[in-house]
């Protein structure tokens, strides 16, 4: 009870009313009255407006603010709360966190306040405001990212360090890009842009090949589907590698520079397996890619007998003669050497001489039988395709007429001598055994069909200047036109029939003989590239030729004793069927690894 208050005495007939009124701490008013005197009494009427019930007390209400999102190393927000108290008492104020480990508040009992995380995450922030009986909370996220770019900007790009490489090596491309998103999409290009190859153009880490020495610019743009960035590096392309000159014994890599298979991008247990087919059938070999043996077994400065491999690398001068204008394929090569076909003479007679060409003298279309003597026209020219080395050694008597010269001399003048080997150490062309030794104006003759003795480290060099297109270390040998004819088949032969001593000899060859080496052009080899094209001869000596795969395979052997009615590797009994090739090339041409 908190107030009392006392009546006054009333004037009606001396009688006293009292009136007590009294308030109770809990806001209830309560009236008393009294009469005294000993007069007739009443009751007094209730106060006309009673107060209304006092309100309930209620908890604040809280507003701990927006959810937030920071990347490091950015690593502290400004946190502002509010909360409000319905019966308006002042509040008190508790941020906490969930995790808290790692979490700072500046000022853990203000409403506004600074967060300090100490690592990346998500965490709740809760704010808490009391009135002294009675609590209200609210809370926040905050997402702290881990460190990069910021969000919204570009992806930032790198595209490696500027590099230089040999033609036609490739340059290895490791590029890399950071970004607020998780997808990011690559692109290279080049500048200049004709002829450069990107082993996949859309990934950030790949391989790019050149078409030529120069200067060339890459970039890399990543893009995040909003925002793109950029960065380029710069590949010098220099001049390919040859091997030096031959010049001493006492360098058993008789000038060749050697590589490790993984170096050039091979694996060596394939070409094992290629080396052990090959040495089945004696004598050496090399395998080189990017001009550098990765594979050598046997004497490989040792002179062996190649056979009809003398086509391939003898037919070089062709290949100059042409370059120089002095014979055309569609020349008769009755206009070029008088006597041309005789004897026997009885090739007078069939009056066919005059009609063939040199092209079919070095297709195997020009009717000459087999044998590499003064052998019989047996064929009109032009109508059938028979192999036949009395017509390569009628072609080497015409440009040898052409040149007016030995071949065996042009050949150390205009080859041997740029690629850096040694005639009678290296190679050696043997005088005529066939046809006469000498021609009417006593002038060395020599056998293209057969007749060279030469080492394999030198067929190597003669697949490269060809894998170079007839040009070696800057000097051009023969003709890029006329590298094109050896490795591309002959449109002219394409439909002609094959005449063959024991049907299947020679499968496809008027689809896939070029102009004196055989290709895998119709693809007769499943696993091996078609622009591959190789020199082959008895005892199956080889100068293999691949340009898309930047590789050159030789290997000279033994002439193993035939084996009956089976196609064995090295055997004496050789004929053109390409299976006997395949356990041999195929290994090589899977070992490449990029």
């Known amino acids: 009870m908190r107030v009392f208050e006392r009546g006054q005495p009333s004037s009606r007939m001396g009688i006293f009313r009292h009136a007590v009124r009294v308030w109770f701490a809990t806001g209830t008013l309560i009236a008393l009255s009294a009469c005294g005197g000993g007069g007739g009494g009443g009751s007094s009427p209730p106060p006309s407006n009673p107060p209304a019930n006092p ?39 508790a941020w906490t966190s969930d995790p808290a480990d790692g979490v700072t508040f500046s000022s853990a009992d203000a409403a506004t306040t600074t967060v300090t995380f100490a690592a990346a995450g998500s965490y709740t922030l809760t704010l808490a405001a009391s009135d002294g009986s009675l609590s209200g909370t609210d809370s926040l996220v905050v997402t702290v990212q881990e460190e990069g770019p910021p969000s919204g900007t570009a992806p930032v790009v790198s595209a490696g360090d500027d590099q230089t490489v040999e033609f036609p ?10 970004d607020d998103s998780t997808t990011l999409t690559y692109s290279w290009t080049a500048e200049p842009a004709d002829g450069v190859t990107f082993a996949d153009a859309a990934a950030a880490s790949t391989t790019a090949k050149f078409p030529a020495p120069g200067t060339y610019e890459l970039t890399l743009t990543a893009s995040d589907g909003t925002e793109s960035g950029s960065d380029s590096l710069s590949v010098t392309v220099g001049d390919p590698l040859y091997p030096a000159v031959d010049s001493t014994d006492d360098d058993p890599q008789r000038g060749w520079t050697f590589a490790a298979a993984a170096d050039v991008g091979m694996d060596d247990a394939l070409l094992e397996q290629a080396r052990v087919y090959a040495e089945t059938g004696g004598g050496s070999g090399v395998i080189v890619r990017y001009g550098r043996v990765v594979k050598a077994w046997g004497a490989i400065d040792t002179r062996m007998a190649v056979q009809s491999t003398t086509k391939s690398i003898g037919g070089i001068a062709l290949g100059l003669a042409m370059d120089d204008g002095a014979i055309a394929l569609t020349d008769l090569a009755a206009d070029k050497m008088v006597g041309f076909g005789i004897p026997p003479d009885t090739n007078a007679d069939t009056g066919w001489l005059g009609q063939i060409t040199v092209r079919q003298l070095a297709t195997h279309t020009a009717g000459f039988e087999k044998n590499g003597g003064y052998s019989d026209l047996i064929d009109e020219p032009g109508t059938v395709w028979r192999y036949s080395d009395g017509g390569l050694n009628w072609l080497a008597d015409v440009l040898t007429t052409v040149f007016a010269r030995d071949l065996e001399e042009l050949l150390v003048e205009r080859v041997w001598n740029v690629l850096g080997v040694i005639e009678g150490d290296d190679v050696e062309w043997r005088t005529n055994a066939s046809h006469d030794p000498t021609n009417a104006g006593g002038i060395a003759q020599r056998e293209l069909a057969s007749g060279m003795t030469i080492n394999s480290q030198t067929m190597a060099r003669v697949g490269l200047l060809f894998l170079r297109n007839g040009s070696w ?27 063959e001593d024991i049907p299947g000899d020679f499968p496809g060859a008027t689809t896939s003989y070029g102009m004196l080496w055989w290709t895998n052009a119709t693809g007769a080899l499943p696993n091996v590239p078609t622009d591959a094209y190789w020199a082959w001869g008895q005892g199956d000596s080889l100068i293999v030729v691949i340009p898309s795969l930047d590789i050159v ?16 590797w090295g055997e004496s009994d050789w004929n053109g069927d390409y299976a006997v090739l395949a356990p041999f090339l195929d290994p090589i041409v899977q070992s490449v690894q990029e």
Not at 82 to 91: F, R, S, Y
Not at 473 to 499: H, Q
């Open 55 to 93: 309100p309930t007390n209620t908890a604040p209400t809280v507003d701990a603010g927006a959810d937030q999102t920071i990347q490091l190393p950015t690593n502290e927000v400004e946190v502002t709360g509010t909360a409000e108290d319905p019966q308006g008492t002042a509040v008190t104020y």
């Open 473 to 499: 270390a800057g000097t051009p040998v023969v003709s890029k036109t006329f590298v094109d004819l050896v490795r591309t088949p002959t449109a002219e032969i394409a439909d002609l029939p094959i005449m």
């Open 553 to 568: 395979a030789a290997r000279v052997g033994d002439i193993l004793p035939a084996v009956p009615a089976v196609r064995a």
């Open 169 to 178: 090596m490739p340059a290895t491309l490791s590029g890399s890009a950071t």
